[in-house]
């Protein structure tokens, strides 16, 4: 029996001629068309596709109340083909597992006819999106690599066969991962094509699996929500209404967002992750380890909705590159958004190199950013950041307004905050509306160099760098308090710390309390009502603090170096901008230990006269430091003021061009100037960077 139906299949075989066997394998798989399809049913759910031309049409009947389940051994979209889901109008949520063991490739449409059904895909294999992935369903979408969706408390929908599901009629609660690794979720575009993921107004976007990658891809919801979480573990993404919580035990991966040109996004109007609209949405993102490279993350709102909100939970390290951006930007009359960062390191590194020889005004434009800007007369956004290490090199975290309303506030607490070359915080104003605060809590360092600014338990300013909270020239609003705590602060090479006001608002207070403080190389403190609280405060090489109140209303310094001040060739001085100022202000330097002034200024300048008020254990000045005051008192042992001491009923100084706000603009008829020729003593008027 066996020889005989060998030889028949080899005989068989022989007659077959070049032109009659592509004819038999043509029949053939027109007999059994599961051997090329891309969508292909497991045969366990009742799933049922028919091929109509490049579309599947997706139909079954496996209902538990509102939840149609789905189940396929394969399940592919090409380029220009789609898959369509269709049911009665009772489905409310399509639950599709792929159970064959490969990743699906999704390069064409998933559609759905169920009016308002949300979609649910899942592949614990691996999901990739290509460039012209595309999606037009009316309700939410979900995709997942995860092991199982959890069906209220005790449903199960499993992904694997030879676990038993437990179907429910509960809405679906989790998405449950195994020991495992999980497996990659990918949304991928090239140089000309950028996949959208779109989903209806008001509707939820999520990618929850392995790593995520979105590289020239959109994802986009419109005052809607966007879900992303990268998970390495066994544990459950629980999706609330107002959070994204996952279980304590879970290890998370990494989320990568890239962009090849920014110019792209602009043209098709969207970010790489985006819930942009009139009423503002939600973003929720849960990572191990978050990368941006010249991506897009917007919430900004337009209309007169509730305010919008980007959450990020990291527990690893965050970097923007090269211009990337997050923002939740107020352009209408409703609220700001909020964006709320917690993460182990936060860095803003890099220029977007698409603007490298753009206008030097455009400079900032081109930074990696944080921002919660306000153009219009809604309030602005806040911004809330949680990292031991924030590294802004450069970049910049902004909560300013150009509009009516008022600016939101910016709250940052870390351990160490360093700003470099350009990096920038910022919370002024240039219009009507009031600048916000700055509040910096960090507990081992600030560091600011190269036009810089930043704040953290360290806090050093070098290189132009700066915090401001100032008001421009052209603004009546008022300018920002800020707080900084810190052990260590460090400003160098004219790092600054600015809340003054140049136009017809207030300057804002100023509180520094910290261990140890040095100012050195150009470096300021400038604003309103100053407090500075610490140890030892050391201001050397042209660097000093500057109170500069506007419209007439002196303000004081108050400086207390409980062991040690020392300024050298560095000044302390308090001044109005008008010359019909009726409220004096002054300058209270005071220490329990020893003060020690050599070749610097001590000024307090005002028509209405200016007081100055020094106390220490002991007081050594040099005979070329200079106090200029209406009233002088100085309660130290063994003082010897003859040579160096001037107190005058009118003051000696009119006020000059001190250095400006970097977010300020200039009128030539709000500017005012601030000349001393007889010493160099105050830093130069760096370049103001907008």
């Known amino acids: 029996m066996t020889s005989v139906f060998h030889f028949t299949i080899e005989k068989a075989t022989n007659m077959l001629t070049s032109k009659t066997l592509p004819l038999l394998i043509t029949s053939f798989l027109s007999l059994n068309p599961h051997l090329y399809a891309e969508v292909v049913s497991d045969g366990t759910m009742g799933t049922v596709v028919t091929s109509t031309g490049t579309n599947f049409l997706i139909t079954g009947d496996r209902q538990e109340g509102g939840n149609l389940f789905h189940s396929f051994q394969l399940f592919n979209v090409k380029s220009g083909e789609s898959a369509t889901f269709t049911g009665p109008g009772t489905v409310t949520n399509i639950l599709a597992r792929v159970t064959g063991g490969q990743a699906s490739s999704i390069n064409g449409g998933l559609h759905s006819d169920i009016p308002g059904a949300n979609l649910y895909l899942l592949n614990p294999h691996g999901i990739q999106f290509g460039e012209h992935a595309s999606l037009n369903i009316s309700g939410s979408f979900h995709a997942s690599t995860a092991n199982y ?78 879900n992303l979480t990268a998970v390495a573990s066994a544990g459950e993404v629980v999706p609330t209404a107002t959070n994204l919580t996952v279980t304590a035990t879970a290890k998370l991966g990494d989320i990568t967002l890239s962009q090849s040109s920014s110019e792209k996004l602009k043209k098709i109007g969207l970010a790489n992750v985006d819930v942009s609209g009139n009423q503002g949405g939600q973003i929720f993102i849960r990572t191990g380890q978050f990368y941006l490279n010249k991506a897009r993350v917007f919430a900004d ?81 806040n911004i809330e950041i949680q990292a031991p290490i924030l590294e802004i090199n450069p970049g910049l975290i902004q909560a300013a ?24 915080i910022n919370a002024g104003t240039t219009s009507s509306g009031q600048a916000g605060n700055i509040t910096i ?32 020239s052209k603004s009546s609003g008022n300018a920002g308090n800020l707080r900084l705590y810190t052990p260590q602060l460090i400003l160098e090479n004219k790092g600054q710390i600015s809340s003054f006001s140049l136009g017809r608002g207030k300057a804002g207070s100023i509180m520094l309390t910290t261990d140890t403080a040095s100012a050195t190389q150009e470096s300021g403190i400038y604003g309103g009502e100053i407090v500075f609280t610490s140890k030892t405060i050391s201001l050397t090489n042209n660097s000093g603090i500057y109170s500069i109140p506007a419209q007439g209303k002196g303000s004081s310094i108050f400086v207390q170096a409980y062991n040690r001040l020392y300024v050298d060739n560095s000044a302390i001085i308090t001044a109005t901008l008008d010359a019909q100022d009726i409220i004096a202000g002054g300058v209270n330097v005071q220490s329990d230990g020893i003060i020690i002034l050599n070749n610097s200024l001590l000024v307090a300048n005002a028509v209405n006269g200016g007081y100055i008020f020094i106390k220490a254990d002991q007081y050594i000045p040099s005979s070329d430091s200079v106090i200029r005051a209406n009233s002088v008192t100085i309660n130290a042992p063994d003082v010897n003021l003859s040579g160096f001491l001037t107190a005058g009923s009118q003051p000696l100084l009119k006020l000059p061009g001190l250095s400006l706000s970097r977010c300020a603009s200039f009128s030539k008829e709000h500017l005012s100037r601030f000349l001393i020729t007889s010493r160099d003593v105050l830093p130069p008027t760096p370049e103001d960077l907008r």
């Open 149 to 226: 969706v959890r069906l209220g408390e005790n449903g199960y929908f499993y992904t694997n066969q030879a676990t038993p599901s437990v179907l429910s009629v509960a809405l679906p609660s989790a998405f449950g991962f195994s020991d495992n690794p999980p497996a990659l979720i990918s949304i991928e575009g090239n140089s000309s094509e950028i996949p959208k993921l779109e989903v209806q107004t008001g509707k939820d976007l999520s990618l929850i699996g392995g790593n995520l990658l979105i590289k020239d891809g959109v994802l986009s919801a419109p005052n809607g929500r966007i």
């Open 301 to 381: 709102t337009s209309g007169n909705g509730n305010s919008s909100k980007i959450d990020i939970s990291v527990t690893g390290d965050m970097h923007l590159n090269k211009g990337a951006r997050i923002t939740a930007d107020n352009n209408g009359n409703g609220q700001g958004g909020r964006i709320a960062i917690t993460a182990n390191t936060l860095q803003l590194s890099g220029q977007n190199d698409e603007k490298k020889d753009e206008k030097k005004e455009d400079f900032i434009n081109s930074l990696s950013t944080i921002a919660t800007n306000n153009f219009s007369s809604g309030k602005g956004g």
């Open 401 to 424: 307004t150009k509009g009516n309303g008022d600016a939101g506030s910016i709250t940052i607490q870390a351990q160490r905050v360093m700003l470099k070359n350009g990096g920038f």
């Open 441 to 472: 809590n960090a507990t081992q360092k600030i560091s600011l160099s190269n036009t810089s600014s930043i704040a953290t338990q360290k806090i050093s300013l070098s290189n132009t760098s700066s915090i401001s909270g100032s008001a421009s």
